[in-house]
Nanobody, 114 residues
């Protein structure tokens, strides 16, 4: 069964940090690009980070560049999103996504507020 399970979300004050994890099963994880998206209430789901199968190539939109880092451990079939200098506008549900076979995780809530 193909499955992605996110964890690590929670509440943090502005300027704080969190690390999200996404554990994958049921598909050849080490040969698949992986992505993190987020969706705030009333807004579209937006890409926040992407990583190639080997981890050698990453992409970030300007909104998170320099603050977020995506990484992966292929031996543990896990992809991570390290988030630093968090802002209230980073508040959203964060989703892990496997580009092939096109599977989403259930999401994990991140709330940034004082």
């Amino acid at each position: 069964q193909v499955e992605l399970v996110e964890s690590g979300g929670g509440w943090v004050q502005p300027g704080g940090a969190l690390r999200l994890s996404c554990a994958a099963s049921g598909f050849p994880f080490s040969s698949r690009n992986m992505q993190w998206y987020r969706q705030a209430p009333g807004k579209e789901r937006d890409l926040v980070a992407s990583i190639s199968a080997t981890g050698g190539t990453t992409y970030y939109p300007d909104s998170v560049k320099g603050r977020f880092t995506i990484s992966r451990d292929n031996a543990k079939r896990t992809v991570f999103l390290h988030m630093n200098s968090l802002k209230p506008e980073d508040t959203a549900v964060y989703y892990c996504y496997a580009t092939v076979p096109g599977v989403w995780g259930q999401g994990t809530q991140v709330t940034v507020s004082s």
